[in-house]
């Protein structure tokens, strides 16, 4: 027999009315309902809005803006006239000291829990515009238009918005943009195009241009050309190979005088002004002196190395990926740095099986990506460090890992918050660990 049912009709979720009681660090509104935290996109503290669900979970759910029932004093016009199309920034509506607070707040906040007695220290910050030195844009081509466009992906879409300036990037790739746009209007294959990266470096423009097809003759000298008039490091990327076609490669100069080359698809950080006060700020609060055998964790090219080399005894900085790897030591010997060593290591094995980890090290510095470091925390509190510098892009694995790093016996010492991408969610923090 066969069984016949109508399936029910999954009932639409109307949209919710709220007051905004805070901001969190991400620059989302803050509102309870019936017990139930809502983080809300565009909504700012003392505004009343109806919003929509984006999702819901037991005990928090995510909500869009729909209609603002009454406005915040501190609401502001966002200087970007793409600002409500592009994803590229979220927190422009807010004012830069509310953007600045939020964060810092919730930092603050997350680590006392942990610990009490914690020295928070003021925050590192820049400029709020043109602080960006690397920019990537998807390029495509309108078939019905016949046009290149330039630009970045819409928020939560596929769709390309066009450009021709960004607000918050440097002067230099604002410059190049619209003559960029125009070149690429000349390309005899514009649906090989795939996307552009531009790197403001000390020694100039480097331009990476990715196409899906073997450059032709006629665009090749079109590129050239371009790239000897406007003074451009160009590099162009095809089936995965990159090949350099003009001007040197690019490089960048710490307030010591390190000079560090990279290639053009190198992880750089790229705020340029709060690197410099990164670096110098963790070298500070390590207190180096010559009798000091340094360690550093995820080090890349040896962005913080190299400088601390210059102060200690002898640093060895540890990468998993060996062409970083092989450019660390590279900057290093140009550097003339010759009391650091640098190895590719797994940091998810016991140090101690590793011929690095048989040194000893009696203060650490480590810069792990988003997802933290709780992997490598054991084999790291077995060193027994006395002192352990940890710079974080993400305030939920800090507070994850300062647990672990507490729990193996350390103190945190003290904490800044750096403001190294203003108008935007993200949140860069630097911390200090003592050993007890």
């Given amino acids: ?18 007051d905004i009681i805070d901001l969190d660090y991400q620059g989302l509104g803050i509102a309870k309902i019936n017990g139930k935290t809502w983080f809300i996109e565009n909504a700012l503290p003392q505004e009343k809005v109806e919003f929509s669900i984006i999702e819901e979970k037991r005990q928090y759910g995510r909500g869009k803006v729909k209609k603002w029932l009454k406005l915040s004093e501190q609401r502001q016009s966002p200087k970007c006239s793409y600002y409500q199309s592009c994803g590229g920034c979220q927190s422009q509506h807010i004012p830069l000291s509310l953007q600045r607070e939020a964060k810092q707040k919730a930092l603050f906040q997350r680590l006392s ?27 495509c081509y309108d078939t019905k238009k016949k046009i290149v466009n330039i630009g970045f992906r819409q ?12 607000d918050v ?15 690429l209007q000349q390309w005899s294959l514009p649906k090989t195009l795939g996307h552009i990266e531009l790197v403001a470096a000390d020694n100039g423009l480097a331009i990476l241009l990715r196409i899906t097809e073997n450059l032709t003759k006629n665009d090749r000298t079109l590129l050239i050309n371009f790239a000897k008039q406007q003074n451009l490091m160009l590099f162009i990327q ?13 490089y ?20 340029k002004a709060l690197n410099q006060k990164m670096v110098k700020t963790a070298l500070n609060w390590l207190d180096l002196n010559q009798e000091d055998n340094v360690l550093d964790l995820f080090c890349g090219m040896g962005n913080f190395t190299l ?10 900085g540890i990468e998993g990926v060996s062409d970083m790897v092989m450019k660390a030591e590279k900057n290093a010997e140009q550097n003339h740095c010759d009391n650091v060593k640098f190895y590719q290591g797994n940091l998810d094995q016991p140090f101690n099986q590793q011929q690095w980890g048989q040194q000893h090290f009696n203060k650490i510095l480590l810069d792990p990506p988003r997802t933290g470091a709780a992997f490598a925390l054991q084999a790291l509190c077995q060193l027994q460090a006395e002192k352990i510098l940890y710079v974080s892009c993400n305030p939920a694995t800090l507070v994850r890992d300062t647990e672990i790093l507490l729990n193996f016996g350390y103190q945190l010492k003290k904490v800044a918050m750096i403001d190294m991408f203003p108008n935007t969610s993200h949140l860069e923090s630097i911390s200090l660990f003592e050993r007890q």
């Avoid at 049912?5 to 109307?14: A, E, L, R």
């Avoid at 928020?155 to 960004?166: D, F, L, V, Y």
């Avoid at 400088?307 to 060895?316: D, E, I, M, N, Y």
């Fill in 113 to 139: 829990k942990l610990q009490s007695n914690i020295e928070f220290m003021p925050m590192m910050i820049g400029e709020q515009w043109q602080y960006r030195r690397r920019i990537k844009l998807s390029i």
């Fill in 238 to 250: 095809d089936n995965y190979q990159i090949h350099h076609l003009c001007g040197e490669y690019p």
């Fill in 155 to 166: 928020k939560s879409s596929q769709q390309i918005i066009p450009i021709n300036h960004c």
């Fill in 1 to 18: 027999m066969v069984l016949l049912y109508t399936p029910k009709k999954q009932q639409q979720k109307t949209n919710l009315i709220a």
């Fill in 307 to 316: 400088s601390l080399s210059k102060k200690v005894k002898s640093a060895v």
């Fill in 252 to 271: 960048y100069q710490l307030d010591d005088g390190i000079k560090l080359h990279f290639d053009i698809r190198d992880f750089i950080q790229v705020n």
């Fill in 169 to 183: 990037i440097e002067i230099e790739i604002n410059e190049i943009l619209p003559k960029l746009t125009a070149l």
